[in-house]
């Protein structure tokens, strides 16, 4: 099969947006809306848009969070499941960019090699890699006078791998579910899936469905909360208002109930560990509750899971699914041993095993050839890297959908590029500040985020470098954002050089 032909690449925009995701179809929107006078382009190495929802193609794949806080707030969800499956989401986001024509903007099959900035030139310099199937990938450039990353968190081209010793003697087949093969089937086998967050939470029980057997194996327990598939009160408000209106109450709602319930478990854990203890005992007994869905640690120390209709718990009282705790000790031809000596046979294993968290997507970012490490820079208002000129990046909330925070990332994005026009500015920079106390961007003790988070910006101890993880106070503490007094400008008559067009003089390139 032929690959259509790859778009042609604007020399030089304005704003270049670097994903197609959730985050990076919020920013066009908003980009466009709130900017309108300015051009942008979407760059997307993946040969379609959709971020994590084009990657992930595992059984069972669905959001973690309910639909109304992850979806727009600009697009209403119309569909019938609060819980929404990964291919309705694909659909949502790939109609959204139909109907809003961000689809004219969207480069896909380009991925970003590298990106510097010059001072003198005040513009940035984008290195791409196309690829158009059979003749392979070349490189070329763009310029553009603001960055803008939407790459998410974790390694696309990688998972994280144990290194399970003795896995080339397993005589069956052994898949990531970042990497599912189209063709695997499970049915009638003998499944071991190794891991217990939300990957596995989901995929168990829609393996469950035709395999012979599948085992959940895992080295701790989490907590999990069960949570329906159709939301009553959503249906409720959609037969009184408007799809609009309805959308905007049900996802205020959703967001007030998700962080409401954060701050519970922060604030009362004891009570938090017996609520969930207890909605676990209901469905499959105290003693299976207690011995694999309590966890050591507090819950939202590491994260709440969800499952749709308490579909993992139905599945194990059905008998379909048995749940293991204990540690890996290696492969064997027929299956999986454990420390305590048990082998579990296995036709199938799954390593559910985590991402492996990746701050810039593989870009390397470098300001007039120098390397920028983001370990080494503080965040400012969750959006810019300190003394990082016209560079924006997008981190969703760890604890509430990841759209509530892209979203307030993109309309501050939007008030610094109205602000540079106004103030006729080239460069806004937030300069770092002396005496702020540094703390990990994301503070869980998940595995994934422990591995990766030193590598990633860190947050401070007070405004404007916190990120409270509250919408609410976060949506209020961006709106007092005072940019005049945050950020460092520099004039554009004081750096474009002869014949350098600066930002927004280039209102035609790109769309």
Not at 109 to 128: F, G, I, L, Y
Not at 203 to 208: C, D, E, I, S, T
Request: charged fraction near 25%; glycine fraction near 8%; aromatic fraction near 8%.
């Amino acid at each position: 099969m032929t690959s259509p032909p790859l778009s042609p690449l604007p020399a030089h925009v304005d704003v270049l947006i670097v994903g197609a995701g959730i985050s990076g179809i919020d920013a066009a929107y908003r980009v466009q809306s709130q900017c309108p006078d300015r051009s942008y382009a979407v760059l997307e190495a993946r040969e379609s848009l959709g971020g994590t929802w084009d990657l992930f193609r595992y059984p069972g794949v669905r959001a973690d969070s309910d639909i109304y806080t992850l979806s727009f707030p600009f697009q209403p969800w119309t569909g019938e499941n609060s819980m929404a499956d990964g291919d309705e989401i694909l659909d949502y986001l790939r109609r959204t960019v139909d109907r809003f024509g961000i689809d004219r903007h969207i480069h896909c099959s380009t991925k970003v090699v590298s990106a510097n900035w010059s001072d003198q030139k005040a513009r940035w310099t984008v290195t791409v890699e196309r690829s158009d199937g059979e003749d392979g990938s070349r490189r070329s450039a763009v310029t553009c006078a603001f960055l803008y990353l939407c790459t998410g968190y974790y390694d696309y081209e990688r998972g994280h791998d144990p290194q399970f010793e003795g896995i080339e003697a397993f005589a069956g087949t052994v898949v990531h579910p970042q990497f599912w093969p189209e063709d695997l089937d499970h049915a009638d086998k003998r499944v071991v899936v190794i891991g217990s967050g939300a990957t596995a939470i989901t995929l168990v029980p829609a393996m469950a469905r035709d395999a012979a057997r599948v085992t959940m194996l895992q080295r701790t327990p989490t907590w999990i909360t069960a949570l329906p598939r159709k939301d009553r009160f959503a249906a409720g408000v959609r037969r009184w208002l408007p799809a609009g209106p309805a959308h905007r109450v049900v996802r205020a709602r959703n967001a007030a109930y998700s962080n409401a319930f954060y701050h519970y478990c922060r604030r009362f854990p004891d009570r938090a560990r017996a609520l969930l203890t207890r909605g676990t005992a209901r469905r499959i007994g105290e003693e299976a509750a207690r011995e694999h869905f309590t966890p050591s640690y507090a819950p939202w120390d590491q994260r709440v899971c969800v499952t749709a209709d308490a579909d993992l718990f139905k599945a194990i009282q059905r008998d379909e699914v048995d749940v293991v705790t204990d540690h890996v000790d290696r492969f064997v031809a027929e299956g999986v041993r454990l420390r305590s000596g048990e082998v579990l046979p296995a036709d199938i294993v799954v390593t559910a095993t985590g991402l492996r968290m990746l701050a810039f997507g593989h870009i390397a970012v470098s300001v007039d050839g120098e390397q920028v490490d983001p370990a080494h820079h503080l965040l400012w208002r969750g959006t810019m890297l300190s003394d990082v000129p016209n560079f924006a990046l997008c981190f969703g909330y760890v604890n509430l959908s990841w759209t509530m925070r892209a979203d307030l990332t993109a309309r501050l994005v939007c008030r610094i590029l109205n602000h540079m026009r106004r103030e006729d500015l080239a460069v806004v920079t937030p300069p770092a500040e002396p005496g702020v106390r540094e703390r990990p961007m994301i503070e869980l003790a998940s595995g994934y985020v422990q591995r990766g988070v030193q590598s990633f910006p860190r947050q401070g101890h007070r405004a404007p470098w916190r990120m409270r993880q509250t919408y609410l106070l976060d949506a209020a503490d961006i709106a007092r954002a005072g940019l005049r007094r945050e950020l460092r400008g520099v004039p554009r008559a004081s750096v474009r050089p002869p014949g350098l067009r600066g930002v927004g003089d280039n209102i035609a390139a790109g769309g």
